[in-house]
């Protein structure tokens, strides 16, 4: 087991990076901006918090049963939690789109960590509001 230190920490989604109220989910959907693709939308907003925050919408609608959809929302904090100290102080909500069914994991870590990049080069010049 390797020791613990900086290098470790830095790699854990603590509870301060993910939004938890309905109120931090209805700020980022009105004042957020929209990026997607074909398996994933994201509305990103600037907040205060000091660090990016991830909330999920992940439907069934979308995804179809349980197992699926906590597949999805797995890759989804997965890529989260290595990306997230390159990402903007910014409130992120991911949606499926039903696009993500026959999906495979792969296909999916690439798509998120595309719109990673585009949250990064367009949301972090977002002015806070």
């Excluded at 900086?6 to 989910?25: F, M, T, V």
């Excluded at 925050?53 to 197992?67: E, M, P």
């Excluded at 998120?112 to 080069?121: A, I, M, P, Q, Y």
Aim: hydrophobic share 35%; proline share 5%.
């Amino acid at each position: 087991m390797p020791p613990r230190g900086a290098g470790l920490e830095r790699l854990r989604l603590p509870p301060r990076r993910r939004l938890r109220r309905k109120s931090d989910y209805e700020v980022t959907y009105a004042r957020g901006r929209r990026l997607g693709d074909g398996f994933f939308a994201i509305v990103a907003c600037p907040n205060d918090a000091g660090g990016a925050r991830l909330g999920l919408a992940v439907a069934r609608k979308a995804t179809g049963d349980a197992v699926q959809r906590n597949r999805v929302r797995r890759v989804i904090r997965e890529t989260f939690r290595l990306r997230q100290h390159d990402l903007p102080s910014v409130d992120i909500v991911v949606s499926a789109r039903a696009g993500i069914r026959k999906a495979r994991n792969a296909e999916l870590r690439a798509s998120l960590n595309t719109l990673w990049d585009r949250v990064k080069d367009q949301c972090a010049s977002l002015p806070r509001s």
